[in-house]
């Protein structure tokens, strides 16, 4: 689960990882009234999305798309540009290199005091999956993409593996405070800074912690200038205090949708709409639609136990797609009967108007009951008895 800025800075402090002073508005007169609080010279007025690249993204009226700010985060230097860059900010769109052309609304801003940096640095804390353990980063190269880093200059990223058995241990955060060339106040705070980052990391199940840029201040602070943070979904019933930070205005509609009905769904790009049980089965129907010169329009597990009620919500989900030309319809009867399947996609094609061609193929227990359903229903499905032969289908039917 993504979560905002400002969130995750307030999971940072509660466990001891130093973060500017700072406070959300929602208005440019709450934002104004935060610097007041917030006292000093200058400070810094900061887009709230879920996305990355927001310093140099673009401000736009969502209306007549005309640009109004270049960057979605701004450094003020009165409380009248506060009100300006916050008012500039609200209510409109905000296009980064991570939102794609549609962009995102920006409905609060963070307002941070302003922080005299003497440098910036990187680092995260994640897991790799490759290791099976959760891996802490560092770099020199604060304020840029770690992935710009990773591609162009690799040998500037430290890391160090976790045994899941000690945890993170003084000693390597010792080591990437040493490779950041701390030294003195610094490099005492640094190791601080770390040894916090890995006990909120933990504590609070992360899947991602992302600092950049960890700045070093002219007196010797290390500080969380940025903080993304990803929540692992699947560790939630450990923290109920976390399912209050969801924004699903930053969500796909589709996918809120799709989550309240306990659906496994991501949209894509593609027009082929894709309903399959089991996530491997799923993934590799979206590779051989691909192959087959198709592009998948989303992931949909309907899961090992898919009723006609859960069957009838995804065909409402994928339909709610506009871009969605065709339906493939690809089930293993393992935990799952094929016949189930077969009456629950039959009792879908009645109650919704299914404007699409759409390609089934069952296979797996009772699933020649199953093709016995759908020969009696009378609706116009196009059943297909191999992989491959699906895939033909739905491809030949957006052709046509």
């Known amino acids: 689960m993504k979560i905002h800025e400002y969130q995750g800075k307030d999971i940072l402090r509660k466990f001891g990882v130093p973060t500017p002073r700072s406070g959300i508005a929602r208005t440019p007169e709450q934002a104004v009234n935060t ?43 009165s409380l009248s540009e506060v009100e300006k860059y916050a008012s500039l900010m609200l209510k409109n769109l ?11 609304i920006v409905r609060r801003v963070l307002v941070e005091e302003g922080i005299n940096i003497d440098r910036e640095f990187y680092a995260g804390m994640l897991l790799d999956r490759t290791q099976a353990r959760n891996v802490m980063m560092v770099s020199t190269e604060g304020g840029v993409e770690i992935e710009k880093v990773a591609e162009e200059t690799p040998e500037k990223i430290l890391k160090v593996t976790i045994d899941p058995n000690v945890g993170f241990q003084s000693f390597q955060a010792r080591e990437l405070a040493f490779g950041l060339g701390l030294s003195g106040v610094a490099f005492k705070n640094g190791v601080k800074f770390l040894v916090a980052l890995a006990e909120a990391y933990e504590s609070s199940d ?33 923290h109920p205090e976390f399912l209050r930070l969801r924004d699903t205005t930053e969500e796909d ?20 709409g894709c309903m399959v049980n089991g996530a491997g089965l799923a993934m590799a129907t979206m590779d051989i639609i ?42 293993f009867g393992g935990i799952v009967r094929c016949d189930r399947i077969a009456n629950g996609v039959v009792q879908a094609a009645r109650n919704i108007n299914i404007d699409v061609p759409v390609v089934i193929r069952l ?18 499905f196009l059943v297909a008895h191999s992989f491959e032969e699906a ?10």
């Open 35 to 77: 610097a007041k609080k917030l006292g000093g010279k200058i400070w810094v007025v900061k887009s709230q999305i879920h996305a990355g690249g927001r310093g140099k993204g673009k401000i736009y009226d969502p209306r007549q798309r005309t640009l109004l700010l270049d960057g979605g985060v701004k450094v003020a230097r």
């Open 94 to 104: 905000l296009v980064t290199i991570q939102t794609g052309e549609e962009g995102k």
């Open 206 to 238: 992360a899947s991602m912690f992302e600092i950049n840029p960890l700045v070093l201040t002219k007196d010797g602070e290390l500080l969380a200038l940025d903080a993304k943070v990803n929540l692992d979904d699947n560790a939630l019933f450990r």
């Open 253 to 272: 509609p589709l996918e809120v949708k799709a989550s309240k009905s306990n659906l496994n769904y991501i949209k894509l790009d593609g027009n082929v």
């Open 290 to 331: 691909k192959l087959a010169g198709g592009e998948p329009a989303n992931f949909l597990d309907v899961g090992g136990g898919a009723s006609a009620e859960t069957t009838e919500q995804g065909f409402r989900i994928i339909l709610g797609d506009k871009h969605v030309k065709a339906i493939l319809i690809n089930i």
């Open 363 to 380: 296979a797996g227990t009772n699933a020649e009951e199953a093709a016995v359903i759908l020969e009696k229903s009378g609706i116009d």
């Open 391 to 400: 895939t033909e289908k739905v491809t030949q039917a957006i052709a046509t």
